[in-house]
């Protein structure tokens, strides 16, 4: 993913920045596509009061900075177009998606790593990210790298709360929880590191079996967040995966053209996404 720190362009209205974002980047809990604008504005609208973020290196601004893995981009040239070209762990050239959207949503300019240990209360109140680049549902995936557990990131959200919850009490952190906005971006990993490049899931399962182990792992990841109050939640559909450079380059064997994309893998994230739709609709008509 490349982004700039430069601010988009005034005449693109703030409701259709967030749903390119969304349409591209996430699957909402109401089912997938582009968000009406009913729709975003009930996930971030005024009355929101933070943006929580989940996953993968999608949209890590720098946890793994603070955690001993070498899966890490906080040196050039990664950050090359951000303020004072830092490269602050964010595995792009300068602002993350995430970034984006609570910065046209008014909450802030940028949601900072959890794991930073110089956060403020007034930090927390407005939003952080626990995701892990490298990370993924399936718990070998993060393994692999030694990088935070989508599981993990779940009992450091319960973290967060407490933290919370001595800061402002219980009834008005309980209140927080419902009005955040919940961001779940994971499972390319899973599926390029994990299935295609290791062997060992796919000596156990077939693509379409773990497509479905996977999105069980995510639904009950939802299903977690749910119990810790998180009502607001987008959760992020895989990308064409094929078409990644590194997929590209480790398959130029099975590419019809020079450099081509590698339809399997593509065709595994297009069915991941058609069951994930299904499983969301299921469980929003169940919550």
């Given at each position: 993913?490349?982004s700039?720190?430069?601010?988009?362009?005034?005449?693109l209205?703030r409701s259709q920045?967030?749903c390119?974002f969304?349409a591209?980047?996430?699957?909402?809990?109401?089912?997938?596509?582009c968000l009406?604008?009913?729709q975003?504005?009930?996930?971030?609208?005024t009355?929101?009061?933070?943006?929580?973020?989940f996953?993968?290196?999608?949209?890590d601004?720098?946890n793994n900075?603070?955690?001993p893995?070498?899966?890490?981009?906080?040196?050039?040239?990664y950050?090359?177009?951000f303020?004072?070209?830092?490269?602050?762990?964010?595995?792009?050239?300068?602002?993350?998606?995430t970034?984006?959207?609570a910065?046209?949503?008014?909450?802030?300019?940028?949601?900072?790593?959890?794991?930073?240990?110089n956060?403020?209360?007034?930090d927390?109140?407005?939003?952080?990210s626990?995701?892990?680049?490298?990370?993924?549902?399936?718990p070998?995936?993060p393994a692999?790298?030694n990088v935070i557990p989508?599981r993990?990131?779940?009992d450091y959200?319960k973290e967060?709360?407490?933290?919370?919850?001595?800061g402002?009490?219980k009834?008005r952190a309980?209140a927080?929880m419902?009005?955040?906005?919940?961001?779940v971006?994971?499972?390319t990993n899973?599926?390029?590191l994990?299935y295609?490049?290791?062997?060992?899931?796919?000596q156990?399962?077939?693509v379409?079996?773990?497509?479905?182990f996977?999105?069980?792992l995510?639904?009950?990841f939802?299903?977690?967040?749910?119990?810790?109050?998180?009502?607001?939640?987008?959760?992020?559909?895989?990308p064409p995966i094929?078409?990644?450079?590194?997929?590209?380059?480790?398959?130029?064997?099975?590419?019809?053209?020079?450099?081509?994309?590698?339809?399997?893998?593509?065709?595994?994230?297009?069915?991941?996404?058609?069951?994930?739709?299904?499983e969301?609709k299921?469980?929003?008509?169940?919550?």
């Open positions: 993913m490349t700039s720190t430069h601010q988009p362009s005034p005449s209205p920045l967030l390119c969304l591209v980047l996430t699957l909402p809990v109401s089912g997938g596509r009406s604008e009913q975003h504005s009930w996930i971030f609208n009355s929101t009061t933070a943006i929580l973020v996953g993968d290196s999608t949209v601004p720098g900075n603070f955690i893995t070498v899966f890490r981009s906080n040196f050039p040239p950050g090359r177009d303020l004072n070209h830092e490269p602050t762990g964010r595995f792009t050239n300068g602002r993350l998606a970034d984006y959207i910065s046209y949503a008014g909450i802030k300019e940028l949601i900072p790593p959890y794991l930073d240990p956060l403020e209360m007034k927390l109140l407005t939003g952080v626990f995701a892990s680049a490298g990370s993924g549902f399936d070998l995936t692999i790298s989508v993990k990131q779940l959200l967060y709360k407490k933290r919370v919850e001595l402002i009490g009834d309980e927080h419902k009005k955040a906005a919940f961001v971006s994971a499972g899973d599926f390029v994990n295609f490049l290791l062997p060992f899931r796919r156990i399962y077939s379409s079996s773990y497509q479905r996977v999105i069980q995510l639904m009950d939802l299903q977690g967040l749910w119990e810790e109050g998180g009502r607001r939640i987008a959760v992020v559909g895989l094929g078409c990644l450079p590194i997929v590209i380059t480790l398959n130029l064997d099975k590419t019809t053209l020079p450099r081509g994309c590698v339809e399997s893998y593509s065709a595994a994230a297009r069915g991941f996404n058609q069951i994930l739709r299904m969301l299921s469980m929003q008509s169940k919550i």
